[in-house]
């Protein structure tokens, strides 16, 4: 219960943060990261799905950088504490949901092709309905 609400304020600070200034706080990253290790440590199975995080850094590169490094690093933060399947349900929601709101905002003519969202409110998002749902 700790590390779940660890991650949601996490989360929701890094979510203001990047609507606001379009930035995610490596040193709020770093300091949530510790502290899912931490709280981690009885159960280490689950580290390894930090992978995600990795693939993410791969795709931000080839998209030379459409898909934010700073998310994709909270992507591989996550991977510490959650297990693969938690990771990727919240992932799927997430990237969903994101899609859904991207469509949306371009039929509404608020958004362009070229325009991008943060990216943190959508794995929020996907964090708390996995916690409900998953």
Do not use: H, Q, W
């Not at 969903?96 to 969202?117: E, N, P, Q, R, V």
């Amino acid at each position: 219960m700790i590390i779940e609400i660890a991650t949601l304020a996490f989360l929701g600070a890094g979510s203001v943060l990047d609507i606001r200034k379009r930035r995610i706080s490596l040193l709020l990253t770093a300091a949530y990261a510790l502290t899912a290790a931490v709280l981690s440590l009885p159960d280490p199975g689950n580290g390894y799905s930090f992978f995600a995080g990795f693939l993410a850094a791969v795709y931000s590169l080839l998209t030379r950088g459409a898909f934010g490094m700073g998310d994709a690093i909270v992507i591989a933060v996550l991977g510490i504490p959650y297990g693969t399947e938690r990771l990727f349900s919240l992932l799927l929601i997430a990237f969903a949901s994101c899609g859904l709101a991207s469509a949306i905002m371009l039929a509404a003519g608020k958004k362009k092709k070229t325009d991008s969202l943060p990216f943190l409110p959508f794995l929020f998002l996907g964090t708390v309905l996995s916690f409900a749902f998953c």
